[in-house]
């Protein structure tokens, strides 16, 4: 079984930073594509920012330039860097990561998601 975790979600004030981390635990064998999506109140889950095993990466128009993704392999975690953030961002913010375990069997894994508010 494996496990995504996210952590670092908070209240932040218009145009300030946050990290956010999402590390993955159990019986991995490696991870492919990690990602960050995002849900606000009332509106569907929307993507926003996504990491290949390569390291290449793409972003939702609506964050390009503000937001980056990045990936520490060795410790299966996938962090997203937001600066100049906007009351448009607060949303709960999910992890997802297409993982194959040890069994070499892969699927795809949410966390549990963490509430990023944006406010004054």
């Known amino acids: 079984q494996v496990q995504l975790v996210e952590s670092g979600g908070g209240l932040v004030q218009p145009g300030g930073s946050l990290r956010l981390s999402c590390a993955a635990s159990g019986s991995i064998f490696s991870m492919n594509a990690m990602g960050w999506y995002r849900q606000a109140p009332g509106k569907e889950r929307e993507f926003v920012a996504r990491?290949?095993?390569?390291?290449?990466?793409t972003y939702a128009d609506s964050v390009k330039g503000r937001f980056t993704i990045s990936r520490d392999n060795a410790r299966n975690t996938v962090y997203l860097q937001m600066n100049s953030v906007k009351p448009e961002d607060t949303a709960v913010y999910y992890c997802?990561?297409?993982?194959?375990?040890?069994?070499?069997?892969?699927?795809?894994?949410w966390g549990q998601g963490t509430l990023v508010t944006v406010s004054s």
């Open positions: 997802n990561a297409a993982v194959i375990n040890t069994a070499r069997s892969q699927f795809e894994v």
């Open positions: 990491t290949d095993s390569g390291g290449h990466t």
